[in-house]
């Protein structure tokens, strides 16, 4: 559901160290190159051509419940129900009934077909474990791991991190039950934090984290009502993505605007009553407002195109780290936030 030019697509694949190692990259072409089908002589909830294979292999439901359909429209037989955090395995992606104007995207899973926006596609890559390895970014690459206040399986649980997750690795101990975990702290907690089966975590390379482009013309521009963000290098478009933005009160400021700080990872939290919200593990957010309006990661949904953030440009996780690396200030691998050095200026951002 993004578009990406393929030329710019081969140098993001370049830039990884391997396929596998990278994990955000894996799919990037099949899961943000394709774009819904319309055809204003089909009926409503007619199937159209498939678009590719799933962007996943599997899918966590990302909400209270998902309704899997006999087709791909609501109009169909109601199969059943899908719950938060249930594991729906991803057999199609297809464009079926637009549930929304700018999104038709359905799977096909276990007996029928689920709309996208509330499906996360995930995978569920177990990690080989460096007893030796402490103090790096990591993220989460199972659908969702439950954090414990101690490394042993039967303590209380901190709270659940997600596919996609960063976070940073402090510590790799021996758990209660013989097997290794690592303990987590920015991203989760200022302070040394919770423990989660180091089999979970994928130890993100330096080399990934490496700045894209340097000393090129670089500016950002975003587009509320289309819900895009485009990156320019050298006065030449090198990624389009499809946004999240804010919405209501919450709407993201327009204006020109520029990079303030950097961080892997953030816990960001904030809403009240029914609207309140707390996500550990933030991927890469790129901050542009002393408001801390940020482009990163979402992993709370999977519906880009449509305002439903707090004020951010929630984007998908790949194209946060792409940001990330891409815009100014680089930040190093180590700093757990970076800030544009004063005197100097971040890359520019214009909402409009």
Known sequence: MTDLTRRYFLKLAGSTVCAAAALPFVNLAQRYAAKPISDGNMPLGQLVSPLAAPPASLGRVATYSVAVYAEATRHSTLVRQAHRDDILPLYEQIVGEAVTSYNAIWYKTDGGYVHSAWVQPVENILNPVDL???NFWGEVTVPFSDSRRAPNPDTGRYMRVYYTCVFRVIEVVTGKDDQPWYRLQDGITWSPGPYVPAAHIRRIDPSELTPLSPGASKRVEVDLKAQTITAYENDVPV??????SGYGANRTPTGTHHVLFKCPASRMTGG?????YDLPGVPFPSYFTPQAAAIHGAYWHNDFGHPRSHGCLNVPAPVARWFWRWTEPSAPYD???????????GTEIKVT
Do not use: C, F, H
């Open 132 to 134: 030796a390895q402490n």
């Open 239 to 244: 990624l389009t993505s499809l946004v999240a």
């Open 272 to 276: 009240e009553g029914s609207g309140y």
């Open 335 to 345: 700093a757990k936030r970076y800030d544009t050095p004063r005197g100097g200026t």
